[in-house]
């Protein structure tokens, strides 16, 4: 057998450890072109395709003879990290780094199984932190052995979520002519790795067995491995477990009743059996565990709970607003764009907001500061504006970046593609971080008012209400009707104060009932 792993340098070469494989082609092959043309990265490999043997040295005294024929025609380069792991070698893949502050993260889906091949920055698996899905790619390529967690655990970043039989690191040797030479030279070290290899499948070993099995055992306080396994190759399947637990007592209802019980009950099962009325409906508790979003507001609404609120109602004349958009929707010709009162709302949210920058900022409660996000002589350069956005998956709030440098058909594309994204529960972390204000457009649900809390570092929150009809007087005491919008500002009281908040809202609701001032100074 012919070990593709053949040379190692010596620790003299340099601080990065490397190694080299080789490739041979027929003997009759001219050179690649990178060896006559001298490349400095396989210098190495051209004075021995030169040499019919070849030694090289790996110190000032050491030198090895490879006795290797001068067909020799290519080379592959690793890092240390592949250096240091062997063919037939087990690893543990652990959940990395997702992002800046994430502990942990919730395990949604395994994209493989246990036994199946994986090659290299394939997906294994879903996980959801509190701000982003992101998918976890394999760093090699190999087998996979056993999967540690199922789906809906909390994984700890760090903690180990499969192991993996690591395959070959290098692509296949390739001989053509006689070899016997490099055979006689590799051969000792393939042996050893060989050995080394199957030493560590025997100790490992390990049971056989799906995740859903092991938390079935976990479940009844069960050391899987005293189950003898009746399925293929051993593999411990969720009767095997049930039988165990019946033996020992802990499982009272045989274990032929065990899969037609639920169906029984519920009426479903192959005989048709119907709950009867006299019977009636069985009612309990359900305990649900926040996963996800859900935990992510829990978080920052507990944080929410320590601002000292306060909050300004305003109401906003949308008689303008309402024909804009119908403009705006009459002369479009993308079918992919469609156009709401929101994007219009953001821009003039921005425009005003680069008059009243202390509402675009964010509050360090241990030292007491504020920062102005962006702030640059005097004129706040990102606007992040965040909506809230409602979703099978809980409340989750992407933010549309740099609002001030964006058009309202720019602003209109980009929420379109956060709506999506949320709706399909794939929000990168930058979707979903750096926020600066948010906007909450209840309206679209339903209702007038909401009082809703600052999602902290941020130091301001508004609450958009429905836009509708409502009778108004004018001057001379005449009734005449008005699209009428409620909006609810929710300040950290130790920013900002009322009049400022007063202040910015009338520039904001100026902008909304004229939009030709909009315009005029949009930049």
């Not at 067995?209 to 396994?229: C, E, F, M």
């Not at 005989?271 to 859900?294: C, K, N, P, V």
């Not at 008689?319 to 709401?340: G, I, R, W």
């Not at 602003?411 to 949320?422: G, H």
Request: proline share 4%; net charge negative.
């Amino acid at each position: 057998m012919i070990c593709s792993r053949i040379l190692k340098h010596h620790k003299a070469w340099s601080s990065g450890r490397r190694w080299w494989s080789c490739y041979y082609a027929a003997a009759h092959a001219s050179p690649p072109s990178a060896y006559r043309n001298g490349s400095p990265f396989l210098g190495f490999l051209t004075q021995l395709h030169n040499s019919p043997h070849s030694s090289v040295g790996f110190g000032s005294n050491k030198r090895t003879d490879l006795n290797i024929p001068h067909e020799l025609r290519g080379c592959c380069f690793s890092t240390q990290a592949s250096m240091e792991l062997q063919v037939g070698e087990i690893v543990d893949v652990p959940l990395a780094q997702t992002g800046e502050g994430i502990a942990e993260c919730e395990l949604l889906k395994w994209y493989v199984q246990e036994g199946d091949e994986i090659d290299e920055f394939q997906p294994l698996c879903e996980v959801q932190s509190d701000k982003a899905t992101i998918e976890i790619t394999s760093r090699y390529k190999g087998k996979v052995s056993q999967i540690l967690h199922d789906p809906g655990e909390i994984v700890k970043v760090g903690e180990t979520l499969l192991k993996m039989v690591v395959g070959e690191l290098l692509a296949p040797i390739e001989i053509v002519g006689n070899v016997e030479n490099l055979q006689s030279v590799v051969s000792e070290i393939c042996n050893s790795n060989n050995q080394s290899s199957e030493l560590k499948k025997t100790s490992i070993g390990g049971v056989l067995s799906t995740p859903a099995v092991r938390n079935l055992a976990k479940q009844y306080g069960i050391d899987i491995g005293n189950i003898h396994g009746s399925g293929k190759d051993g593999r411990v399947i969720r009767e095997d477990v049930l039988r165990y637990d019946a033996d020992k007592g802990i499982i009272k209802e045989a274990l032929a009743s065990s899969d037609s019980s639920g169906e029984k009950l519920l009426g479903v099962g192959g005989g048709g059996t119907h709950m009867s009325a006299a019977q009636g409906w069985d009612y309990g508790d359900e305990t649900i565990t926040l996963r996800g979003f859900q935990r992510a507001m829990v978080k920052s609404m507990t944080l929410a709970a320590k601002i000292p609120h306060f909050h300004y109602v305003e109401e906003i004349n949308c008689d303008a607003l309402v024909e804009l958009k119908a403009s705006f929707q009459k002369e479009n010709s993308d079918p992919d764009v469609k156009h709401t009162f929101l994007p219009v709302l953001i821009k003039s949210l921005s425009m005003a907001l680069s008059r009243y920058p202390f509402l675009n900022s964010s509050f360090n409660d241990e030292l007491h500061t504020v920062t102005l996000k962006g702030f640059v002589n005097y004129v706040v350069g990102s606007h992040n504006i965040g909506v809230a956005m409602a979703t099978q998956h809980g409340l989750v709030v992407p933010n549309i970046k740099k609002v001030q440098s964006l058009s309202i058909l720019e602003i209109t594309k980009e929420l379109s593609r956060l709506q999506q994204l949320a709706s399909a529960n794939k929000l990168s972390s930058d979707d979903v971080s750096g926020g600066t204000i948010t906007l909450s457009n209840i309206g679209t649900i339903g209702g007038k008012f909401g009082s809703p809390l600052v999602n902290s570092p941020e130091v301001a929150i508004i609450a958009i209400g429905r836009i509708q009809k409502a009778p108004h007087f004018d001057d001379d005491g005449n009734v005449y009707p008005v699209s009428v919008m409620s909006i609810n500002i929710g300040a950290d009281h130790r920013v900002l104060d009322g009049a400022t908040v007063a202040r910015f809202c009338n520039k904001w609701k100026l902008f909304i009932e004229k939009p030709e001032l909009l315009i005029l100074h949009m930049r």
